[in-house]
Each structure stands twice: as C-alpha cells, then as structure tokens.
C-alpha cells in the first residue's frame, strides 16, 4: 500500500467526524450515523485506492451506503479491504459522552477477516502484555499475566468493561481477583486501543461486543504492537451457517492477530467525535472548526496524532 494513504483516509474520518459532532447531545443516534456515512462515502470518492468495504454498515439490502461489498475509491491500485465504522458510539453522540469515535482499517485485499455482524468474545492488551494473555484462561489468570508483564500489582490494573447485564459475571471476577474496572456504555473499538497507550490509564479489555468492532481493533493493535484474541458467538442457525460461509468450521475457534487481519501491512484511521482518553472530540467556532485524529500503520510502526484546523466556508462539501 503506498504510504500516502495514511494522510488521505485521515481525510475521511475528520469527515464524517465533523458532521456527525453536529449532532452531539441532541438525542438523535440515527440522524448523527447517517451523517456520518454520507460524509464518509463522499470523502471515498477522492481516495486513490480501489477498495471493497468487508465490515460496514450492513450488506446492501440492509444499507445504502457503505455496504458490505461496495467498491470505494477511484478504482485505481491498491487492492484492499476497506473495514469502516462511521460512527462508532451513535448513543454516545446522542447523550453527549465520552469516546465516539470515527474509524477507517484497510489492508491489502483478502487480509481482513469478513466479520459477521454477530457478538464476539475480546481480550485485549498492550504491547507490554503480548503473547501473555489466554482468552480460554480464567480472568484471575489473565489478570496475573497481564500485572507481571507491565510491572503492576493487580491491585492497580484497570480492565475496560462494557457495562452489559451479560458482563455480571464477568465483572464480579475482576473484582474478586482485586483488579479495577472501568465500565464503559459503548465503544469497544476506542476502550481496545486505549490498552496500548500507558497514559490512558486502561491495561485490559475483557468481554463480549460486536465483531465487526473486533477486526477493526485488530488493525489498530497490530499496527501498535498490542494483541487481541476473539471468539464469536453465534446466536442462531443463519449465524452458524454465516461463519461456516467464512470458512470457520469451527465457529468457537479462537481468533488470534494473523486470523483477524492477515500480513504485515495495514492501515488504521480515527478521529474523535466527542472527547475521550485518547482523542479530543470535535470543536466548533463559527465556521472553523477543530479535530484530533490519530493515523498509524502496521508496516513501519508509525503513528501519528493529527490536529485539523478547518475553515468550513471553504468547505462547502466537506472536502478537507
């Protein structure tokens, strides 16, 4: 993939920030998504790539813009899988909390896992904690592992939780092993990142979201040199049978890196919407506004952390 890239998908996801940040607070989740993937769709048509979208918004019956299998880009070299989420945390935009997020993961094509749009298991750690974690481990176990590699005691771990009626369990054992928690409304996909960077104070990510927001967090730890292991869980027949149409035959099989995104390339984009440990959300003033993105690649290792300053009135379109 050429390198240029990383500036131009940075581009696409301060797009459709922007416009869905309009939107914070407001109540309207629906309203701020669509946003979001309309900015972020036409944003695509200025990228020199030829894309195929294999996690977005939904397959095309079900949406618009952005469905699974839409070609994106000029049509011109790369090849790659593009995996996009507009916005994730549309309820956090609705009520005006933390960590929203807008995210791009490409890498080169056939690299990144065809998620199903089903529930996942996640364990996700930081560099300091690779090849120490086992998703079929017990919590107390893990949380053990993970203290010794980034020189912690238990007692001052923080692990990231989405805070779902299902995590109950979950929750209790962290706490039983003396572990902190961190529980969180949504945004998995932002709370996966956080574990590799020491300053947000977040060490492990334990618990089940969706798996499209796995692979996506996949790209991101890769590219930062973090791990994340998953386990889908299939609720019905057509799920079962949508993961052995992936080529899983076992579908509780544990996913490691190479399984979620394949090679040594890929890219990961992400703006803020609203504010959170690792990225600024949106501000406006007037016809300028503001936005904080972080861009990184697999390859070199490289991440960037990128401040836009925009003159909307210039930007009629939203053409940054």
């Not at 509780?252 to 390339?265: E, F, N, T």
Request: charged share 25%; proline share 4%; aromatic share 4%.
């Amino acid at each position: 993939m050429e390198r240029s890239l990383t500036l131009e998908l940075v581009r696409v996801t301060e797009a459709a920030a922007l416009t869905s940040a309009r939107w914070m607070g407001l109540g309207r989740k629906d309203e701020a998504d669509d946003a979001a993937t309309t900015a972020m769709r036409k944003e695509f048509e200025n990228i020199p790539m030829d894309g195929v979208v294999v996690i977005g918004e939904g397959e095309m019956d079900e949406a618009p813009m952005l469905y699974i299998g839409e070609r994106l880009g000029q049509g011109v070299p790369p090849y790659v899988d593009v995996a996009v989420d507009p916005l994730e945390g549309t309820n956090i935009v609705a009520k005006g909390t933390w960590n929203a997020i807008s995210v791009i993961a490409i890498a080169d094509r056939g690299n990144l896992l065809h998620a199903p749009d089903m529930y996942m298991q996640k364990i996700a750690v930081g560099p300091k904690a690779v090849g120490k974690i086992d998703i079929n481990a017990a919590v107390a176990d893990n949380l053990k592992a993970v203290a010794q590699a980034v020189g912690k005691d238990i007692s001052d771990l923080v692990a990231i939780v989405l805070d779902r009626d299902r995590h109950q369990k979950l929750v209790d054992e962290i706490r039983q092993a003396g572990a902190r928690i961190k529980l969180i409304p949504d945004g998995d996909v932002a709370a996966a990142i956080n574990t590799a960077f020491p300053d947000t104070g977040v060490d492990i990510l334990f618990g089940t979201g969706g798996a499209p927001e796995g692979v996506l967090a996949a790209v991101a730890l890769k590219c930062l040199g973090g791990e994340i292991q998953g386990k889908l869980l299939p609720q019905s027949d057509d799920e079962l049978e949508r993961c052995k149409r992936m080529g899983l035959s076992n579908p509780h099989q544990v996913l490691y890196m190479d399984d979620l995104v394949k090679g040594d390339d890929a890219i990961f984009a992400a703006t803020g919407v609203t504010d959170g440990e690792l990225l600024r959300g949106v501000r406006f003033q007037g016809m300028r506004a503001t936005t904080h993105s972080v861009v990184m690649r697999a390859k070199t290792g490289t991440v960037r952390f990128i401040t836009g300053n925009h003159r909307l009135e210039r930007k009629p379109r939203l053409v940054l």
